[in-house]
């Protein structure tokens, strides 16, 4: 094989699966638009998503993006409210400890609440990129590997 030659991938069994980029459906999700098609409305509410896409119809009851938005918000509201505020601490030594609250609490409240749909809407995004529970055509059941019933 030569640099120049491109492999092509192999795929067995089923039909081939269409693209979808990983990168273009979480910042569509990041922008509460549909990953599928990108036009649609991803929320009807501010965290509850829309059951169907009104552009494409595609299905979101199945999405489970549970603990991890709040987990990134957490995350980043964290470094940057405790960043700022070791910042500040250093360059304003004269602010008393009641200062830094006033300001540094509305701040972390402000930055979560902005943040957690966006990042909720990436995790949606995420999980239909990559197929992941039911995005793929297949069902949420888990696959133990044998059909019998143990009634």
């Given at each position: 094989?030569?640099?120049?030659?491109?492999?092509?991938?192999?795929?067995?069994?089923?039909?081939?699966?269409?693209?979808?980029?990983?990168?273009?459906?979480?910042?569509?999700?990041?922008?509460?638009?549909?990953?599928?098609?990108?036009?649609?409305?991803?929320?009807?509410?501010?965290?509850k998503p829309v059951d169907h896409c009104a552009a494409c119809h595609e299905d979101y009851t199945h999405?489970?993006?549970?603990?991890?938005?709040?987990?990134?918000?957490?995350?980043?509201?964290?470094?940057?409210?405790?960043?700022?505020?070791?910042?500040?601490?250093?360059?304003?030594?004269?602010?008393?400890?009641?200062?830094?609250?006033?300001?540094?609490?509305?701040?972390?409240?402000?930055?979560?609440?902005?943040?957690?749909?966006?990042?909720?809407?990436?995790?949606?995004?995420?999980?239909?990129?990559?197929?992941?529970?039911?995005?793929?055509?297949?069902?949420?059941?888990?696959?133990?590997?044998?059909?019998?019933?143990?009634?």
């Open positions: 094989m030569q640099p120049d030659d491109v492999a092509e991938t192999i795929r067995f069994g089923g039909a081939p699966e269409t693209e979808r980029p990983l990168n273009r459906s979480m910042t569509r999700g990041f922008l509460n638009r549909c990953p599928a098609c990108g036009s649609g409305k991803l929320f009807r509410s501010y965290l999405q489970r993006a549970d603990d991890l938005p709040p987990y990134l918000v957490i995350f980043i509201v964290g470094h940057v409210a405790l960043g700022g505020f070791m910042m500040t601490d250093m360059v304003f030594t004269e602010w008393s400890s009641w200062f830094h609250l006033a300001i540094w609490i509305p701040i972390t409240l402000i930055l979560s609440l902005l943040l957690l749909q966006p990042i909720k809407g990436a995790v949606i995004g995420l999980q239909w990129a990559l197929r992941m529970h039911g995005f793929g055509g297949k069902g949420n059941e888990p696959d133990h590997g044998h059909q019998q019933d143990y009634s």
